[in-house]
């Protein structure tokens, strides 16, 4: 515009132009326009020129947003598809559930794409024909139910979940028209039975309903953002089986009717095996009975029997109401209440208290306890975590059962493992504070970063733990548990026998053996706990079946397993140094009355 | 003047056109083998989880046992069985060699290289050469 505005002035100063004239010229033709018409012109031609350089400019955006386009590529179709994923992601962290591994990394649980078949009735044109030729592919499934089921006026039914790849190419092979595949998830379990009560299982759907799976159910599904992903555990699968195969095999000598273990790192809390027996695959936990799917070791609860004598026997060295040179006179039976405490094999004479444990004395370790008195001995129960619901990882967790009144006469029972029942699992969490120094540490089934110490509390002077693995060792060196030596891995430990309370009473033929240990006694790294259900003797015990029988030689060969494997190197026990750091004097007097 | 002006833009037009076209279509192309490659990885990715359970399947402590009981006279390991690397004794190294590994003098890349160690016997025995290029230590490459 502005460039025109010189000639405009131009034709302004020549007056002498016609109103409407041309001047032919060589160079330039103009029209002269003057006036209203001039005017108009003038605006028109304003209007056309803002019009076309709008235009212009929309042009060159589209043009340059081609451009841009062409480049990157980006709101292509492809991409919107690559892009649209990505959106749900971010609700749900992980496409499918996450797998569970055990601390070596060892795949316990893993989700894996399985096909299942699902039929539409209304699109099948001969049910009874269809059903009769499935039932063929699938022998568990009824003809009769299958046509019933086809015959439905719905357009969806499941017919079959998670299908072998076989059995879908047969299906795919009868060309039966309404019957559709799906893609699903399906949860496998490689390793079987062997870590079932602790990995637990899911539901067809995929949620957890047991075990780890239930209790890690929102991280393993990835319902909570900020917690997703997968689970890895403290159990060791190599300890794990070696713990089941030993169970299983003593439960078969001995015939019992159930079984179970668990081996804990002392230092760390941490569950390196956890067996109960019978036990089930999760693969197809429908296959088994309820039975099975009890966990003995974290939902049971048990009188466990002498085992609690290691620690009466710590409780009353630690309150200072006895020393190691102290004993008791247990040639008598104690008569209290209407009951009468007498000992197995009764040694008839005073016994000194390292003698009291060796030979596992109710009526030393129930006079030890009477010393201590009631009050202090449920405090010291509470403070090593035996009165109360353990904490662990696990939904099934059961708590200890505590009897009504707590007077002299429960002192006394308890003392030897009588009148209070719990879990084996506190049991062992328990005797690794007796062993490991004093310290109480929450046993965890997930694999601890590092190897550092977990913190823990004080329960017992590290003085006092330093006598009770004394203790442990002499029984398995001269006492009850002499049957669960490992050579070369100081094992020690304690004999539990006890009798099942069914209804009230005590069945004299039902017993449960226990025998709670660590190794190596030295500086303890493992609690090793096995028990046995209902036990018989056989000729090679020659018709024994308490604990020192029992369940003691479990405990010999699992050591000599695992050890190695943990790291745990054999000592020799003839060496002085390791003979002076287990020494324990028994101060017996059954010599000096020999030789009078 | 303006008609070559014109022609410049339309031959520039097309010329641009049809260069962002092929663009395009290159990348469209490329788009789609990158998605092809991104379900073929996802394929293989499913692949390898069943791999691993598989694996893992197959690796079950009592599969490993029943083979050990099969194959190998395996018992209980005793404790005189077990021992360390510390346990075994020191290995005798040839002072050229021990003079090459307190050479500061930067090494060769680890490889593996047959290294005819006696001539005369010419029996061929490989070492990882990373004790340093002396030709003291590698004797005749053939």
């Given at each position: 515009m502005m460039g025109q505005s010189p000639g405009q002035k131009n034709?302004?100063?020549?007056?002498?132009?016609?109103?409407?004239?041309?001047?032919?010229?060589?160079?330039?033709?103009?029209?002269?326009?003057?006036?209203?018409?001039?005017?108009?012109?003038?605006?028109?031609?304003?209007?056309?020129?803002?019009?076309?350089?709008?235009?212009?400019?929309?042009?060159?955006?589209?043009?340059?947003?081609?451009?841009?386009?062409?480049?990157?590529?980006?709101?292509?179709?492809?991409?919107?598809?690559?892009?649209?994923?990505?959106?749900?992601?971010?609700?749900?962290?992980?496409?499918?559930?996450?797998?569970?591994?055990?601390?070596?990394?060892?795949?316990?649980?893993?989700?894996?794409?399985?096909?299942?078949?699902?039929?539409?009735?209304?699109?099948?044109?001969?049910?009874?024909?269809?059903?009769?030729?499935?039932?063929?592919?699938?022998?568990?499934?009824?003809?009769?139910?299958?046509?019933?089921?086809?015959?439905?006026?719905?357009?969806?039914?499941?017919?079959?979940?998670?299908?072998?790849?076989?059995?879908?190419?047969?299906?795919?092979?009868?060309?039966?028209?309404?019957?559709?595949?799906?893609?699903?998830?399906?949860?496998?379990?490689?390793?079987?039975?062997?870590?079932?009560?602790?990995?637990?299982?899911?539901?067809?759907?995929?949620?957890g309903i047991a075990g780890i799976e239930k209790y890690f159910n929102s991280r393993l599904s990835g319902k909570n953002p900020k917690d997703a992903g997968p689970v890895h555990l403290s159990v060791d699968v190599r300890v794990q089986y070696a713990l089941r195969d030993e169970l299983s095999r003593f439960m078969s000598i001995f015939r019992g009717i159930g079984a179970s273990g668990m081996v804990l790192d002392v230092k760390t809390g941490e569950v390196l095996g956890m067996v109960s027996l019978p036990d089930f695959d999760p693969n197809r936990p429908g296959d088994f009975p309820r039975d099975n799917k009890f966990n003995k070791v974290a939902l049971g609860v048990y009188e466990m029997g002498s085992t609690f004598k290691a620690f009466t026997t710590a409780m009353a060295l630690d309150l200072k109401t006895v020393s190691l040179r102290d004993g008791y006179d247990a040639t008598k039976p104690i008569r209290i209440a209407g009951f009468r405490i007498r000992d197995d094999h009764g040694k008839k004479r005073w016994l000194s208290v390292p003698e009291i444990f060796m030979y596992s004395s109710n009526i030393g370790t129930a006079k030890m306890a009477e010393d201590v008195g009631p009050k202090r001995q449920k405090a010291f129960l509470q403070k090593i975590g035996l009165l109360d619901r353990p904490v662990i990882e696990l939904p099934e967790i059961g708590a200890p059962i505590l009897p009504p009144r707590w007077n002299t006469l429960e002192t006394m029972t308890i003392s030897y493992g009588h009148g209070l029942s719990v879990s084996p699992l506190q049991l062992s969490s328990a005797m690794s504070a007796m062993v490991n120094g004093g310290i109480f540490r929450n046993p965890t089934l997930i694999a601890q970063e590092g190897t550092a110490e977990v913190e823990g509390r004080r329960v017992i002077r590290a003085k006092t733990s330093d006598a009770v693995r004394k203790l442990m060792r002499l029984v398995v060196e001269k006492g009850t548990g002499s049957k669960a030596e490992a050579k070369g891995y100081l094992v020690g430990g304690k004999t539990g026998t006890a009798e099942k309370a069914v209804n009230g009473r005590y069945k004299r033929d039902a017993l449960v053996t226990s025998f709670a240990s660590a190794f190596p006694m030295n500086d303890p790294r493992y609690v090793v706990l096995a028990m046995l259900d209902e036990p018989k003797g056989n000729e090679s015990t020659y018709g024994f079946r308490s604990a020192g029988w029992t369940t003691a030689p479990i405990v010999s060969r699992l050591v000599s397993r695992i050890a190695p494997i943990l790291g745990v190197m054999p000592v020799d026990e003839e060496d002085p140094r390791i003979q002076k750091a287990m020494h324990m004097p028994t101060y017996s007097r059954e010599k000096n009355n020999e030789t009078f | 003047m303006r008609w070559q002006l014109t022609t410049c833009f339309i031959a520039m037009a097309v010329g641009f056109s049809y260069g962002l076209y092929q663009l395009s279509y290159e990348v469209q192309a490329l788009e789609g083998e990158l998605a092809g490659i991104n379900r073929e990885i996802e394929d293989n990715k499913q692949s390898i989880e069943i791999l691993k359970a598989e694996w893992a399947y197959q690796n079950r402590p009592d599969t490993i046992q029943e083979l050990t009981a099969k194959y190998l006279p395996l018992l209980l390991v005793a404790p005189y069985q077990v021992a360390t690397f510390k346990d075994l004794p020191d290995r005798k190294m040839a002072p050229e060699v021990l003079e090459a590994l307190d050479n500061p003098v930067p090494r060769r890349k680890p490889r593996f290289e047959w290294v005819y160690e006696n001539e005369e016997e010419g029996t061929p025995s490989y070492t990882l050469a990373s004790y340093g290029g002396n030709s003291v230590l590698q004797g005749q490459v053939k």
């Open positions: 034709l302004v100063e020549q007056p002498a132009a016609a109103r409407v004239g041309i001047k032919s010229s060589k160079k330039q033709a103009f029209i002269k326009l003057e006036g209203s018409a001039k005017e108009t012109l003038e605006q028109g031609r304003n209007r056309l020129v803002v019009a076309g350089v709008l235009f212009a400019f929309c042009f060159v955006v589209l043009a340059g947003r081609l451009v841009g386009l062409a480049i990157s590529g980006a709101g292509s179709e492809v991409d919107v598809e690559a892009v649209a994923p990505q959106k749900p992601a971010a609700v749900a962290v992980l496409d499918k559930r996450a797998p569970i591994y055990d601390r070596g990394g060892n795949l316990l649980a893993v989700t894996l794409e399985a096909v299942s078949l699902f039929a539409d009735p209304r699109k099948i044109l001969d049910a009874e024909d269809a059903a009769e030729k499935l039932s063929r592919v699938f022998p568990d499934l009824e003809p009769e139910g299958l046509k019933a089921k086809l015959s439905l006026r719905r357009n969806f039914v499941w017919v079959k979940r998670h299908m072998t790849p076989q059995q879908q190419k047969h299906v795919n092979d009868l060309g039966i028209p309404g019957l559709f595949f799906r893609s699903e998830e399906r949860r496998v379990y490689p390793m079987g039975n062997l870590a079932a009560h602790v990995v637990g299982y899911t539901d067809i759907d995929g949620n | -």
